[in-house]
């Protein structure tokens, strides 16, 4: 396996379409759309969750590669490597199932490869600190916001899952 994987070697259904975030942004504005989700609407929360599914993707195959690329690493980093993965795993399921209460669908908006650019650092420390530290941290501040939304429109389903996900991605934060 190569090491690291550039991120458009990542395996995809068609239905998947990569773009640079930069990119995204300036095309949405050349179209006098906001450059980033506003969250003022369903379509734009849709939009959100669609990008925290393809975040959740990258960050449980972030989270495999290191199991892999670091194989004299100490077990316990090991052990929650493969912890991320199996969380990783499940909050793809939720997302996907949310994206559908949103009537949305993969492959609707973009996927930017943010997450796994620094999922691909060459020291471990690294990367679990970009990844772990520095997104799922983001994360957690982006999840706070959309439970607080989902709220404010009445949303439960969209709420309480999006606050389950957010008890694993505080662990996520401590293992970096």
Sequence with gaps: MERPLAYDKLAREDRFVRMRGRRVAELKVAQGLPPFPDLASRESIKERVHGILVGELQAMEGAGRSVYDF????????????????????????????????????????????????????DAAARVAGVNRGLEGLACDVFNQLIHIARKIGDPILEHAVDYVLADEITHVRMG
């Design 71 to 122: 194989p004299d690493a100490p077990w316990e980093f090991t052990l929650d490597m493969a912890r991320q993965v199996w969380d990783e795993s499940r909050h793809v399921e939720i997302y996907l199932r949310l994206l559908e209460h949103l009537d949305g669908y993969v492959g609707e908006f973009p996927e930017t490869t943010i997450l796994w650019r620094c999922a691909c650092a060459e």
